[in-house]
């Protein structure tokens, strides 16, 4: 089975040879005319997919048949892949807006499958959506699920083999299940004591946001080496911050989202333009340095040019040769923009056993084997609270109770470490799945991760 990850559709630029290009026809809900419709026109595809996705994953069917309209009236909304799917969305807020255009756009998502031969992970999107909104399906063979390959990283064993209940690991794994997850694996002592894949897991995966905690590594690795200090001004990175307001942010207040930059409404990938380090450097704060905790993918992004600087290499390779390579990783790697940028707030390529080494690197503080690849000194400073925020380290989330050190992304794509149960959790989710029955909720994760350790709470 072929799986497309959702960044490849928003990445479709022309229609490939040989792929049929079809009618756009009207919709019962959401017609988009006169004025309003030339507007929607200048919208990019891959923004108008964000949207609609974003609509169905806040269940405003409304706004998702109006953004589905918007992708099918574009040039690229005829692709048979990106069509496929802006119906599978549509299909789903037309049944829940009770409307009778339903039936009309399956036929036609199903006209699409039936003619493409690379379409079945789309196919089995529909089936699991279909059977969630209790739709009687003839049964059919289920999709092989993913078999990681023996990688050298981990040792299996059972849940009972580390002292643990399995009950409420199973509890965690159904929950796992309904909120959509692709997969989910959970390790202590090192060993995996359970990983579980679903039929629409493919590989390489994305991190999300969670690179986030990858950059705060990576910062640690030229601190050891002598060639970072925190304290280091911005600006002796980016000649763009030596002057005014910004020229007093520091490396640390990157590394802590508290520089000063506010939250921007599209963030790096909507609003960069090709050159997501020219557009975070061409911002301006909005705070007092140190003032105040915000999440900001800028912030994270300025940390590019900052680490590559101190690197003396591009980063993605420095990523590669002095953090990537020591740990065993072969598959995780750094994106780049368009014009070469490292994505230091965004999106590595990897698989679910290697993004979880990251926790474990964490709980072996540092060492791989007998080699100290980061220091345990940085590891305490990334774990402390900063002063901006008792949740936030140097770019690792921060809980108290349970104590867990986190690497978090969008969707739930996250690592959260138990360093005083020894236990390393990571999940993964390309994209919010329509057949999703329930959201996916950390607290209690942590309540059965505890459980299984025996812990009463």
Known sequence: MTIVPALFVLAVAAVSPGVRALPV???????????????????DIGAALWSMRRSAQERDWRECVRWAGIVLAMPHGSIALIRAEVLLYRFAAERALASDAAPHTLAEFESIIADEGDLDWLALQMRLLRNSLGDELPRENQPDTFEPAPDGLWTTATPEDHGLDARPLAAHLEHCKKSGADAVLVARGGAIVQEWYSPLY??????MSSVKSITGLLAGVLVDAGKLDVSQRVGAFVPEWNEGDRASVTVEHLLTMSSGLPRVRGGVGMNAGGDATAYCAGLDIQYEPGERFVYSNEGVQLLSPVLETAAGVPLWEFARDELFAPMGLTTTEMRRDSVGNTLTYADARTTLRELARFGQLVLDDGMVGDRSVISSEWLDAMAKPSEASAGYGYLWWLYEDPKVVAMQGYLHTSVWVFPELDIVVARVQSRPYLHAVEAYEPGKMFAWIGAAAGESR
């Open 25 to 43: 026809r009207s919709l019962a809900v959401g017609i988009q005319t006169g004025q309003q419709a030339e507007q929607e026109q200048t919208h």
């Open 202 to 207: 493919h590989e390489p995966v994305y991190t």
